[in-house]
């Protein structure tokens, strides 16, 4: 199975690995450090002139007959509609339903295109990286067997410590924050080594994952030249098998949400360039931000259990036509409450959003961020928590209070020498800290007594009040812009009268309606189908209810992981948006099937084992006519 | 309060004048020019209004007011070209709520002996020694020539025609009625019993049981009266009896008894049989100058507003006028409105009550639909006026050849003249010029009036959405106010609530039957005007009684004559459409409205809110516009989130404008082209596909939905054009299969050629 997971679509230049890493082990292995880079520079050259190469568009039949071959055999399977028992996940077609159905004389000579070359060219680098990778692992320069941590997650800036012996500062987090500074800088080091290399053949987005014999790197360049690196450990448990996408989606939430309480990391950089100002921010926000993902003692990141789940996408509640007047009614009250200046205003309902005047990255945030501490489900925090996102980690809710302290514990020994001392650092993603107040908005002293929180508006570029009132599961959050709220304090209570005074019977029918019409955990069940459906444009998801999902069995699930992960390489192949049809026959004989057309996805595992192929697209056919307005029907 | 009130003033007149002039654009200027014209008027309105804004009484400041209003209405008129509003008037100030209006209808028979007015049918009645003159008043046309009937000469103290017009009845003396059968001529003679009982009036009936009812001292005698004039006894009704009222509009008869006749016993004699109202004691303050007053006739009147009946008494003693409402089973006291003349009489006009203060020789509007007994508006004159020059009134038009006759009458008029009988429900009959005349009410003057006293314009709504006569001017002035309200950026909350009032109004209207459709091109006379449809709910609110609820309205079943309609006005109601306020308001305000598209967006949702909560429809067009308003103001995640939970409801227009405004923003446009797709639109479909670049897809829903009536070039010179030839050679073959003939056309030649001089080798 770690072969499984490690062949991450190279497996096709298998026949000439080997080559290269003897070849890098020749170099290399000297066992000296200082060699590493100029490893490097030795294996740009050596490698770099192949690729130039490939990218002049001479052919490259091997790589693209591969592909059409494979895609040829699949189709072959699909028509004969007999699963083939041979392998354990095998692809069997990859749709191209114009030219499947009409035969082209041009398909095998065809030159072949961009993508697919340099996409050749990036497996090929990432074999290399690979084995470079390895022997730097078993050199014991990457350490990655400290403390038994599984999780190791950084965030430094290139542009800081160039000159030898500055490089620590560099960085600007690391946890686990108890490691020593030759650990961190040696992980550190490693990772700008990969960046600095990759850049040189693709100077736009460098890496984006290292997958190694025993970890996995997992980058996220979250603002130029700021990159955020996580190094998960590959453990023989089954349940470390995660999709580098959830895991780069973890490093982009963490990093959006950071954005929209503090601003960018480069902005704090430059008020304090010494630095002490960013890390004090980043230590608590990203230790609190984790504390989410702990159960028990480990951290738990999203594994293929939550493959039918979407990170940084918002859950919508359905409403029919009268009600959603009725939201809108309400949003059009709430946007007048600070008199002139346009209010912006979300709306939730249990963990499901409602309504949003914001732009869609906006919305994610702030909808992440309710879910996670202000809906009445995060309130009553734990005792009956039910979430789309985070059903999975429902148990961490209850436990993690028993595990914070042991984080805090270390936020207080944070190296205060960084310089930085000024006043309170807030930590907006502290737990347990919203409480409902009598008028019914929620309060914290997060920001302070009696002060009212504000966050960053990245869409608008201004900075805005955050005010949330709650009504029974309706949770709004009123957002004030800052040149509104003049005299402090005095402002912003007039503002909630506004709100009580203007909008509390339009809330209180909103809050009736949408009882009435709730469906409950289980509202977009459907059965027979465990499903997970994307609209990239305005960045929804819905998906099965994760108590069903957890029906699955763990042949599906790790079927619809590798169907992901195929879409997820597929759709970076191509900055245009295509249509694509992807069937999986796992090893139980469930069918795991992936549609993608433009900007929205469907993924969907069906367990019936009798199902032929045909059964399965047309099960999937008439899911799409029935809830996805067809979005989904092709043929 | 004095700047809202200044203020309104100001808007109203602004709004007014816009509307005359259509041009939108040039209404920022005319307020302008108002302001600065009349700044010395408005400050003096302003600061005198508050300087006693505790004061009860509103006419106080009447005399700033009054020099403001013509202020600016001189304004208004010197900028508006067209003399829309001009009209010859006589009176003071030119400013008045109710007038009368020429022509009138005159009764120039030499040696009358007296005018009598028959309100059953509604006929004015002119008697000389022996011939009975009859003139048709409901449709008030001055040109009609009366009927001449000829009696047998004899003393006439009242004149009433049967419900049929066969018989006329002549009251001779205090104890004898002459019938005489305009047909078959047959006379009858009935007489009572002479030194007992005295005659004091009768009055011919529609009820089942009785045809006739006469009202003795002793009692009400009913009548059957059969073809050939046999008169039967049906039933007789035993009370004392001082005097009575009746109207035939309320088919109530009210007899007075007791020594100050406030001892009232009612009856109504409607369609569905006699009914005894509870016996009900009028409310009489007492003086010492006058320990015992005594109720007259003249002091009580009955009136029908709203479809309900009121009773107005007046007490001098204490000047109030005292209304009660009546129920079937039980008498209400509504309140009392005071008096500033010891003289005093009303009419009712399209359901408002009009008090005319005859000393004071002005007239005082109330609304009785309304919990408060606040007048409508300032006391102000009753005036005469010539006829509207410009006006679309019919009437007035086929009458202009006569206008050298107005002017000559028009000066020998004096207003409240002792002569002058107030009828019911709003003639005016003057003895001396033996001329009937109608009150009118100014609605336009009446509803500046309003907004002056008060700024909520929600009630100013309900009020112009309760009047019938002048439906088609209240309907406008509802447009120009809801038009207002927008563009002066009034709070939300307030623009809804006046929506609210207007789509309630319509939806009403439509249920029961009174909105038609002008295009339809059905007169009113097919519509009931049936005035006892007054909707539940707002009756109950209206009167606050516990009584209301639970009781039923006695005049349930009103009768609407043909005499009912109003027809020199074309439309029976001023309830105003969905579309039409979409067409006259929201479209009409949407270019002014370019920088605030947000307030107009947050206008439009309550608006649709309030459609769909009536569950009405509306064009189709105020989606389009929405969209339009959110790409303007780039909130494409709420066009997004309107177009996915149906706010905007989804149509071709609809698609096509999210395609158009998907230019700035591919999400839109894909929203679009969903919406196609889902309203299985294919050639529109597919063209946006190709448009975009999606040939292929395009294709292969062609394929499957076998459309052909999509340009095979589009798809052919896209993939030619995206330089693919293996795309080209499928889509000929796509194209082949699923046009018939298709290889034959020049187009397949001209694309097939390409492809072959692509590649030698191909072969499709």
């Known amino acids: ?635 | 309060s004095s700047d809202t009130a200044l203020v309104n003033l100001l808007v109203l007149s602004f709004s007014n004048a816009g509307m005359k002039e259509k041009n939108s654009a040039t209404t920022a200027s005319t307020l302008g020019r108002i302001l600065a014209t009349c700044s010395k008027q408005a400050k003096d309105y302003g600061s005198c209004v508050a300087s006693i804004v505790h004061e009860i009484e509103k006419d106080l400041c009447l005399k700033q007011f009054l020099a403001l209003k013509s202020c600016m209405q001189h304004t208004v008129k010197i900028m508006s070209p067209r003399p829309s509003s001009s009209q010859t008037s006589v009176g003071s100030g030119a400013l008045s709520h109710a007038y009368i209006q020429h022509p009138s209808l005159r009764c120039n028979v030499p040696e009358s002996r007296g005018l009598f007015y028959d309100d059953a049918n509604r006929l004015l009645i002119c008697v000389t020694s022996s011939q009975v003159f009859s003139w048709e008043t409901a449709t008030f046309n001055p040109d009609v020539s009366p009927s001449v009937d000829s009696i047998p000469e004899g003393p006439i103290l009242s004149v009433r025609f049967s419900l049929d017009k066969k018989v006329i009845a002549v009251q001779r003396s205090d104890c004898e009625i002459q019938f005489f059968h305009r047909e078959t001529k047959q006379t009858l003679t009935h007489k009572c019993r002479a030194g007992s009982e005295s005659l004091l009036g009768f009055f011919w009936s529609d009820s089942p049981l009785c045809d006739l009812a006469v009202v003795k001292t002793s009692g009400m005698d009913l009548f059957a009266c059969d073809s050939a004039m046999n008169l039967r006894l049906v039933e007789t009704k035993k009370v004392n009896v001082n005097w009575y009222i009746y109207t035939h509009e309320s088919r109530l008869v009210l007899l007075a008894s007791g020594l100050q006749c406030k001892t009232i016993t009612g009856f109504q004699l409607s369609t569905a049989g006699v009914v005894r109202l509870p016996k009900f004691e009028m409310t009489l303050a007492s003086t010492e100058s006058n320990s015992k007053p005594i109720i007259s006739a003249g002091d009580v009147h009955l009136v029908t507003v709203y479809g309900r009946i009121y009773c107005v008494q007046v007490d001098m003693e204490a000047m109030l006028l005292h209304t009660y409402r009546f129920y079937r089973d039980a008498v209400v006291q509504q309140g009392s409105l005071p008096i500033y003349s010891s003289k005093l009489s009303v009419s009712v006009v399209d359901n408002l009550l009009l008090v005319h203060q005859i000393d004071a020789k002005v007239v005082i509007i109330y609304d009785l639909f309304v919990d408060s007994r606040a007048p409508v508006s300032a006391p102000l004159p009753l005036l005469w006026r010539g006829y509207q020059g410009s006006d679309t009134s019919p009437q007035a038009a086929s009458k202009e050849n006569e206008s050298p006759e107005s002017s000559t009458s028009s000066e020998n008029i004096v207003m409240y003249e002792d002569a002058w009988t107030f009828l019911v429900p709003d003639l005016i009959l003057d003895q001396t010029n033996k001329v009937l005349w109608r009150v009118h009410l100014d609605l336009e003057a009446s509803w500046l009036a309003i907004s002056a006293s008060s700024s909520d314009r929600t009630s100013l709504l309900e009020f112009l959405q309760r009047r019938k006569l002048e439906a088609n001017k209240a309907k406008q002035l509802c447009l120009g106010i809801a038009r207002a309200l927008i563009l002066e950026r009034r709070p939300a909350t307030q623009v809804t609530q006046a929506i609210d009032v207007l789509v309630t109004a319509y939806s009403y209207s439509v249920k029961a039957g009174i909105y038609k459709e002008l295009k339809n091109g059905k007169t009113t006379a097919t519509i009931p005007t049936n005035d006892g449809a007054s909707p539940d709910n707002e009756r109950g609110r209206a009167s606050g009684s516990s009584l209301d609820e639970e009781e039923e309205e006695v005049e349930m079943n009103l009768p609407s004559g043909p005499a009912d309609e109003q027809q020199e006005s074309q439309l029976s109601s001023p309830a105003i459409s969905p579309d039409e306020l979409y067409k006259f308001v929201f479209a009409s305000v949407e270019e002014m409205m370019v920088e605030e598209s947000d307030y107009l967006v947050a206008i439009i949702t309550e608006f649709l809110r309030s459609i769909s909560a009536e569950k009405l429809k509306v064009d189709l067009n105020i989606y389009v516009m929405t969209i339009r308003l959110l790409a303007r103001s780039k909130r494409f995640a709420e066009l997004s989130l309107f177009t996915a939970n149906k706010i905007i409801e989804p149509s071709k227009e609809v698609a096509l404008q999210l395609l158009e405004s998907g230019g700035q923003d591919p999400r839109v446009r894909k929203l679009g082209l969903d919406m196609l797709r889902q309203l299985s639109l294919h050639h529109e479909y597919i063209s946006s596909l190709v448009q975009d670049g999606y040939y292929l897809e395009a294709l292969r829903y062609a394929q499957k939905r076998k459309v052909t009536s999509v340009r095979s070039s589009l798809f052919l010179e896209a993939a030619f054009a995206s330089n693919d030839m293996q795309h080209l050679a499928a889509i000929l073959r796509v194209l082949s299969e699923l046009i018939p003939g298709f290889k034959e056309t020049s187009e397949y030649y001209t694309f097939h050629g390409l492809l072959n001089e692509t590649s030698s080798s191909v072969a499709v």
């Open chain 1, 1 to 635: 199975m770690g072969n499984e997971t490690k062949s991450n679509g190279a497996s096709s230049l298998g026949g000439g690995g080997g080559g290269f890493r003897a070849k890098m082990e020749h170099y290399v292995y000297s066992g000296e450090k200082k060699h590493v880079l100029a490893g490097i520079g030795i294996f740009t050259v050596i490698f770099g002139i192949p690729w130039y190469l490939m990218n002049r568009g001479s052919n490259n039949h091997r790589s693209h007959q591969d592909y059409m071959e494979k895609a040829d055999k699949a189709r072959k399977a699909r028509l004969s509609s007999s699963p083939s028992p041979s392998s354990d996940n095998q692809i069997h077609a990859v749709n191209d339903p114009l030219t499947q159905g009409f035969p082209c004389p041009y398909k095998h000579n065809s030159a072949m295109s961009e993508p697919v070359a340099q996409s050749f060219g990036l497996c090929l680098l990432g074999f290399i990286l690979k084995g470079f990778y390895e022997i730097l692992e078993a050199m014991g320069m990457a350490s990655m067997n400290s403390s038994g941590e599984s999780l190791k997650l950084c965030v430094f800036d290139l542009r800081r410590g160039q000159n030898e012996g500055q490089e620590l500062d560099k960085i600007l987090f690391f946890y686990p924050p108890d490691v020593t500074f030759s650990t961190q800088l040696s992980v550190i080091g490693l990772s700008e080594g990969l960046i600095t290399f990759t850049r040189l053949f693709s100077p736009e987005a460098a890496c984006e994952v290292i997958e190694a014999e025993r970890h996995s790197h997992v980058f996220h360049e979250a603002e130029p030249d700021i990159w955020m690196v996580m190094v998960v450990e590959k453990n023989k448990e089954i349940e470390a098998i995660w999709r580098v996408d959830a895991l780069q989606k973890v490093l982009k939430e963490v990093h959006s949400l950071f954005v929209m309480f503090h601003g960018s990391i480069r902005s704090l950089l430059d008020k304090e360039p010494s630095g002490g100002l960013i890390r004090s921010h980043l230590y608590p926000f990203i230790t609190d931000y984790l504390n989410d993902l702990s159960v028990g003692k480990k951290l738990q990141l999203p594994s293929f259990r939550e493959t039918l789940k979407e990170r940084g996408t918002v859950q919508m509640l359905t409403l029919a036509r009268d009600a959603a007047l009725e939201v809108q009614s309400l949003v059009g009250v709430l946007d007048s409450c600070a008199g002139t200046l346009r209010c912006h205003s979300v709306i939730l309902f249990h963990d499901l959003l409602v309504s949003t005047t914001l732009s869609p990255d906006d919305t994610v945030d702030l909808f992440t961020f309710s879910v996670m501490r202000l809906t009445s489900n995060a309130l009553s925090s734990g005792t009956s928590s039910w979430s789309y996102l985070r059903k999975g980690t429902s148990l961490s809710q209850t436990s993690s209070k028993s595990t914070s302290p042991q984080l805090l514990v270390s936020s207080d020994s944070l190296p205060s020498g960084n310089g930085h001392d000024a006043g309170r650092v807030i930590r907006p993603l502290q737990h347990n800290k919203w409480i409902k107040g009598k008028d019914g908005f929620l309060v914290t002293d997060i920001w302070g007594k009696d002060a009212t929180p504000t966050i960053w508006l990245h869409q608008r570029q201004e900075r805005v009040h955050l005010l949330a009132y709650q009504q029974k599961c309706l949770t709004l959050v009123l957002l004030v812009p800052t040149e509104a709220i003049v005299n402090g304090e005095l402002d912003i209570s007039f503002v909630k009268h506004q709100v009580i005074e203007n909008a509390t019977a339009k809330i209180l029918k909103v809050e009736e309606k949408l009882s009435k019409g709730w469906g409950g955990e289980n509202a977009y069940h459907v059965s027979g189908y465990r499903y997970l459906l994307v609209d990239n444009d305005m960045e929804v998801s819905r998906a099965s209810p994760s108590g069903k999902v957890a029906t699955l069995a763990k042949e599906t699930l790790l079927a619809v992981n590798k169907l992901r992960e195929t879409v997820d390489t597929e759709k970076s192949r191509t900055k245009e948006e295509k249509d694509m049809e992807i069937c999986i026959r796992a090893k139980n004989n469930a069918w795991a099937i992936a549609r993608v057309t433009r900007g929205k996805e469907l993924y969907m595992a069906l367990e019936k084992a009798s199902d032929t192929l045909l059964d399965a697209t047309d099960s999937v056919q008439s899911f799409s006519n029935r809830y996805c307005n067809g979005t989904f029907s092709m043929d």
